[in-house]
């Protein structure tokens, strides 16, 4: 199915939140996830489904002000 | 020194990670200034890239408290999505909390900011929000939780320094018993140490020093100047006085026509 990942469109086989993350080479990585602008903690993602056209953001520590 | 939400922190300096030309500068900066907070935030990361995983090894080894931030936030609920995401992402309730109102100056917008302290500091989160001077605002913000004040000096990136002293003097005169923080502005440490004369328990700078010729020089300078601030509050500063006052006596100087 194709999601949004970062802004970009992405056609992924797994439907969990957690399988996407590996097939998009995040496994184990210190990563933080929101879908569709809402938060999706680490211990819930093994849990939730996604649907076509879901907006996944995938962000990690930076620098900051 | 500093208290913030019971965290005693032994510097008065507040210190961005960002901007630097190096991490090595970044490290040696934090070194010299002697920062016992640094800010930090979260940003979108491919797959496979990792470089958060660098960054996370590099300030683990800083060896400061961290406060992470929801900087280019124009929303609440942007606002606080990021903030659940940096709370999981660093393992701390402390947000540095920016809702930005407007682009060029990057001011607060603060009724967002306010209904967002008040959603996220129910949740459990333990805010710091950037604000601007406004005695109403500020008293707000407390109603909503947050036992930290971060006023602007000046625009954020500017380097103008305190803006409106009058404003973060009377800050400090309302609320004798809030942390109260400089948070933006600041180009030079003389106006880390006016803030700190003030009365502000702490201020927090990045581009000040992450964008000088020799940023670790810069940072101790800050670091020199906070101190300095802070020994000349505690000394009780004599008062002003418009008229001028000899300070070589008078009484037996010799008479010369």
């Not at chain 2, 606080?80 to 540095?96: C, S, Y």
């Not at chain 2, 305190?162 to 400090?172: E, F, K, Q, T, V």
């Not at chain 2, 700078?205 to 300095?228: I, R, W, Y």
Request: aromatic letters at 6%; one cysteine or more; a negative charge.
């Amino acid at each position: 199915m194709k999601i949004i990942v970062n802004g970009e469109k992405v056609e992924v086989k797994a439907s969990t939140l957690a399988d996407v993350l590996d097939e998009l080479g995040h496994g184990g990585a210190k990563v933080a996830t929101a879908v569709n602008e809402e938060f999706v903690p680490a211990t819930l993602r093994a849990t939730h489904d996604l649907d076509a056209g879901d907006r996944v953001e995938i962000v990690a520590p930076r620098q900051g002000g | 020194m500093p208290n913030f939400y019971g965290k005693e922190i032994n510097s008065r300096l507040m210190l961005g990670t960002a901007q630097y030309p190096s991490p090595a500068i970044l490290a040696d900066a934090f070194r010299r200034s002697g920062a016992g907070i640094a800010t930090v935030s979260v940003r979108r990361e491919a797959g496979g890239d990792k470089a958060g995983q660098a960054f996370w090894d590099l300030i683990k080894e800083l060896d400061v408290a961290l406060l992470p931030n929801t900087a280019g936030c124009h929303s609440v609920r942007e606002a606080v999505t990021t903030a659940h995401m940096a709370r999981e992402l660093f393992e701390t309730p402390w947000i540095k909390l920016e809702v930005i109102g407007h682009s060029d100056t990057l001011q607060p917008d603060v009724f967002g900011l306010v209904e967002a302290a008040r959603i996220l500091s129910e949740d459990g989160f333990q805010v710091f929000p950037y604000c601007t001077e406004d005695l109403v605002l500020c008293d707000k913000l407390l109603d909503a939780g947050c036992q930290v004040l971060m006023p602007w000096g000046a625009p954020i990136g500017t380097g103008l320094g305190l803006n409106n002293i009058y404003g973060l003097r009377s800050l400090r005169a309302h609320f004798p018993e809030v942390p109260l923080v400089v948070d933006a502005g600041l180009g030079v440490p003389s106006q880390a140490a006016q803030a700190i004369e003030l009365g502000y328990d702490a201020v927090l700078l990045n581009t000040a020093v992450a964008k000088a010729g020799d940023p670790a020089a810069m940072a101790e300078g800050f670091a020199l100047a906070v101190q300095a601030g802070a020994l000349a509050q505690q000394a009780d500063p004599m008062e002003p006085r418009d008229m001028a006052a000899p300070s070589t006596p008078v009484i037996g100087k010799a008479f010369l026509e």
